[in-house]
């Protein structure tokens, strides 16, 4: 027992000097920002960073080390998650070479974790090879409560071609400290942008740029806003060479640079052999305008299996697409391989196009005043069309002249659309003659409509069955098509039935749900039919009450319901018209009827009429949504908007027996 004794004596003794160490090697920064006090914060609130900060220094020959420090206090149990240090780096050109981190428990105690505790793994697992990995630490497991800080610091060397970054000075934490420094070589010059926030000149000394931002607060995720890298401050940093450009390294002074390099990383890729000329040809053979050989090559290439392989990405590798009779003849490729593929195809037919640069998933991300490839991260493409072209997604290039972009990876939208999330983006046209960023184009409501009219049986107990018919077009159709080709016959049956339900009909039973899909024409057919019982409340045999409304899929009334909000509204281009005839119960007249409703705005606009004719009551209903992104200071003024269309649609129709 005594040896026993003295050995827990020992084992705790070496923890306890284990302790001590670690806490002794606890850089002085981490420590400063351990001691820090934050606010208090909302229950939503996971953790705080108490320091966030990245120092680049730029060597004579453009290779680049960067130092990162990151602390964090976790707050809830949700916060756990926050305790992870993450570095991405590339094979080809970094080198991640030091990575540690610190876990500071409330009562003082430290654990310290190095190359041991360090994993190692690929970044994208669907990708064939990608040569983006990353390396981390997670310290999740060992937290036990609040107010535990974790920090970590990483150090990384870069051989990149680019002299550009961008710079997130927060993710959505609150974060009391964020600071990037720059230092680069003496006689070099440096220039930097503060997005998404008031712009910061930076503290020079001598060759050295920090720019820093405090007390920057939780930023809440609301529905219907920008991404949130569109959202947090960041900062567009770019550096140049004293005495003109490195061979090694890109510089971009604008965007006829960018546009002249993007060029020559494409214009070779663009090869053409026997074989993809055959096939071009066959694909067209029965084609009697430009538009239809257009569509019959871009039906072709949405076809081709999405699949990703990134090589030498740090010298611009991940700008360049693979060959496109490698690409057609493997059957795959990422987007940028799809657009030249398609490319290639119509120069086989003697059509000419280029391939373009666009931001995916937020139409108001890239910035005119920043010149930089690294602002994108998708590629589709422009057609040079006459014209006898004519469709929504033509532009007019101030070079090029008229242009038909489309996306070809996109499986679901044909050409001559555009998906939403792109429409009205600043993109660039990859052509040496591109001097600035062109807009595309953005599709009228009325191209997006979804037409819906309704035929139902109400008996006088409350029952209905009820036969829908709906037709969509332009993006609505998107919609409604990869809700059909994704799920499987059962689960789209399942969503369908939900859609019913959720409207109000809570005890349907569906008998029929037929959808027709037309790709080429942008459309999309739904026809439903269903029983639901006691669908009218009924009062003592005496009234029935009903909403005309039976079903609805607009959905944007519930995402805006909060009073006051912080971010932008983003609203996509949509329409719809609705006709719902409900035949009334023998022995029921109308007794009150809502009041009709008329709504306008800059953003959109609402109709609604209620009328009895022929034994039926006809609701109508016209609703017209105009693409925009709208300021949160004007929220109120959409949020009124939709509160409006939510009352009258909640308006209930009072039947009386006669």
């Known amino acids: 027992m005594i040896k026993l004794q003295r050995l827990a004596g020992v084992c705790f003794a070496l923890t306890l000097l284990a302790a001590t160490a670690a806490a002794q090697e606890v850089p002085a920064w981490l420590k400063q920002a351990a001691a820090a006090t934050a606010p208090a914060y909302g229950r939503d609130v996971p953790a705080v960073v108490l320091h966030r900060e ?90 036990t409560g609040p107010n535990t800080v974790f920090g ?23 974060t ?69 450009a490195r061979p090694a390294l890109r510089t971009f002074e604008n965007w006829g640079d960018v546009a002249r390099w993007m060029s020559e990383l494409d214009d070779p890729q ?152 792109e429409q009205g983006s600043l993109a660039l046209v990859d052509a040496k003659e591109t001097t600035s960023l062109v807009r595309m184009p953005m599709t009228p409501p009325e191209a997006n409509r979804v037409d819906r009219e309704a035929d139902v049986v109400l008996a006088h107990d409350g029952s209905i069955s009820a036969v829908f018919r709906e037709r969509s077009q332009g993006q609505s159709a998107v919609f409604e098509r990869g809700m059909f080709k994704q799920l499987s016959r059962p689960g789209y049956t399942k969503m369908i039935e939900g859609w019913i339900t959720a409207g109000g009909a809570t005890m349907a039973k569906v008998s029929k ?21 006691r669908y009218a409340q009924t009062m003592q045999g005496q009234l029935l009450i009903f909403k005309p409304v039976i079903v609805s899929r607009t959905g944007l009334y519930a995402a805006l319901g909060k009073e006051s909000r912080r971010h932008p509204v983003v609203l996509e281009s949509r329409a719809y018209n609705e006709t719902v005839r409900v035949r009334l119960p023998q022995g029921f007249d109308v007794d009150e009827l809502p009041e009709p409703v008329k709504l306008d705005s800059d953003f959109g606009s609402y109709a609604a009429s209620y009328e009895v004719k022929d034994g039926h009551f006809v609701f109508t209903r016209r609703f017209v949504q105009r693409a925009a992104t709208i300021p949160a200071a004007e929220y109120k003024q959409v949020r009124d908007f939709f509160g409006r269309i939510r009352a009258a649609e909640d308006s209930p129709v009072v039947l009386a027996k006669k």
């Open 54 to 143: 990245r120092t680049l220094t730029v060597a004579d020959d453009g290779r680049t080390t960067t130092v990162t420090n990151v602390a964090v206090r976790v707050l809830t149990q949700e916060g756990r998650d926050e305790a992870v240090a993450a570095e991405p780096y590339l094979t080809d050109s970094e080198k991640v070479r030091e990575m540690r981190a610190w876990l500071i428990h409330p009562n003082g105690d430290v654990k310290k974790y190095g190359g041991a505790e360090t994993l190692d793994s690929i970044l994208m697992d669907n990708d064939v090879y990608n040569e983006v990995r990353f390396k981390m630490i997670s310290a999740r497991a060992d937290i």
């Open 152 to 174: 970590y610091t990483v150090t990384t060397e870069s051989r990149s071609v680019f002299s550009q970054e961008n710079w997130r000075f927060q993710d959505n934490l609150p």
């Open 176 to 244: 009391l400290v964020a600071r990037y420094t720059l230092n680069v070589p003496a006689g070099w010059r440096a220039s930097g942008l503060v997005l998404n926030h008031p712009n910061i000149n930076p503290v020079v000394s001598g060759s050295s740029y920090t720019w820093e931002v405090r007390g920057l607060p939780f930023v809440e995720d609301e529905p219907s806003s920008p991404s949130m890298a569109n959202i947090v401050p960041r900062l567009a940093v770019s550096y140049f060479p004293a005495g003109g």
């Open 270 to 421: 663009a090869t053409i052999d026997d074989a993809l000329a055959l096939k071009a040809r066959e694909l067209t053979a029965n084609a009697k305008t430009e538009l239809e050989k257009i569509r019959a090559v871009g039906r072709y290439v949405q076809g081709i299996q999405y699949i990703s392989i990134q090589t030498n990405i740090g010298q611009g590798g991940g700008y360049r697409p693979r060959p496109a009779t490698e690409v057609f003849a493997k059957s795959y490729g990422d987007c940028k391989d799809k657009a030249n593929l398609m490319r290639a195809m119509l120069r086989a037919l003697g059509i000419n196009s280029y391939l373009v640069s666009i931001y995916s998933g937020d139409r108001t991300f890239v910035r005119e005043e920043w010149p930089s490839p690294t602002q994108f991260n998708h590629c589709i493409i422009a057609v040079k069309v006459s014209d006898e072209t004519q469709a929504p997604s033509v532009i007019e290039h101030p070079q090029l002249g008229r242009l038909l972009v489309f996306d070809a990876t996109d499986p679901q939208t044909p050409v001559g659309d555009l998906p939403d999330h």
């Open 513 to 533: 749900i037929e959808p027709a899909d037309d790709q080429t024409a942008g459309r999309f057919a739904l026809d439903v039919e269903f029983t639901a019982d």
